[in-house]
């Protein structure tokens, strides 16, 4: 569904999608679809949403070249974060069996009372006045039936309100990647099947931004990425990146003495 932030928020339809998902076996020269969304227009947190923008592309640009993987990058900012092409964009996406997909958006999101049971966020697009369902843009990503599909929202999932968005004052600093690129992104990559959706907070809270360093749980997934590519092999886990990185948040918003707790839907198989 679409949702109007206009005139408190009214609700539209948009549409809604059947949810299928496929696994295969990996090939060479198959393709990483990645796909970034970052709403530069959200208040308050534009200087955030580019670090954010800036950190992903360029680990995300690594991990091509270390798994050997063919880019196929699409950035939707500024005035390209329109939901419509955002939305020709996904349609016309042409995704092979052993491909890997990945959707990342970092922006201001909320939630309604419509569907209490529906734990994901609502993707707020400010500039054109519209929020989109998470799940909806995971239900259709998966019907692409790529062998990996990976789905991260950073934003918040609190119900509507004209409360501020806080910003916490501790920076979490980034560490270096360090050895065992090709290893460890070959097992997360290639070795991988299945489908995994995160939302950066849960229903009812806020997701955090530091302008300096960008959103909070963006720069702990990145670094929990970096360290677990780092372990032995059998324990570079995709799992394992998730629980780090909700520690490495848990601490930074402990000290903050604010709540955000990240959830996901963790479908993946690892070889």
């Known amino acids: 569904m679409i949702y109007s932030i206009k005139n408190n928020f009214i609700l539209h339809l948009f549409f809604y999608l059947s949810l299928t998902i ?3 076996t990996i090939l060479e020269g198959s393709d990483f679809h990645l796909i ?13 949403m580019k670090k954010d923008l800036a950190k992903i ?4 640009r690594t991990i091509a070249k270390s798994t050997g993987l063919s880019l196929k990058e699409k950035i939707f900012v500024g005035k390209k974060t329109d939901p419509q092409e955002i939305f020709a964009y996904l349609r ?13 958006f970092s922006g201001h999101g909320f939630r309604t009372d419509q569907n209490p049971a529906n734990l994901w966020p609502i993707l707020a697009f400010e500039k054109a006045h519209v929020g989109i369902q998470f799940e909806e843009i995971a239900t259709f990503l998966q019907k692409k039936q790529a062998r990996l599909t990976l789905m991260f929202a950073d934003c918040c999932n609190n119900f ?17 990647v360090g050895k065992h690129l090709k290893q ?10 299945g489908t995994l959706i995160v939302a950066s907070a849960k229903p009812g809270d806020y997701s955090y931004t530091n302008n300096l360093e960008g959103s909070l749980y963006t720069t702990a997934l990145i ?9 032995p092999f059998e324990q570079i886990k995709w799992s394992t990146i998730i629980e780090s990185a909700k520690s490495k948040l848990a601490k930074v918003v402990l000290q903050s003495q604010v709540q955000q707790h990240p959830i996901e839907n963790n479908d993946i198989i690892e070889n």
């Open 57 to 60: 592309q360029k680990v995300m």
């Open 160 to 176: 509507i309100t004209t409360k501020k968005h806080a910003k916490p004052k501790d920076k979490i600093l980034l560490k270096g």
């Open 184 to 193: 460890g992104y070959t097992k997360l990559f290639l070795k991988s099947h």
């Open 92 to 104: 016309s996406l042409s995704v092979n069996a052993d491909d890997v997909v990945l959707f990342y």
């Open 223 to 231: 670094m929990a990425l970096k360290e677990t590519i780092k372990l």
């Open 36 to 48: 970034l969304i970052t709403d530069l227009n959200a208040k308050r947190i534009e200087l955030g």
């Open 22 to 24: 496929g696994f295969t």
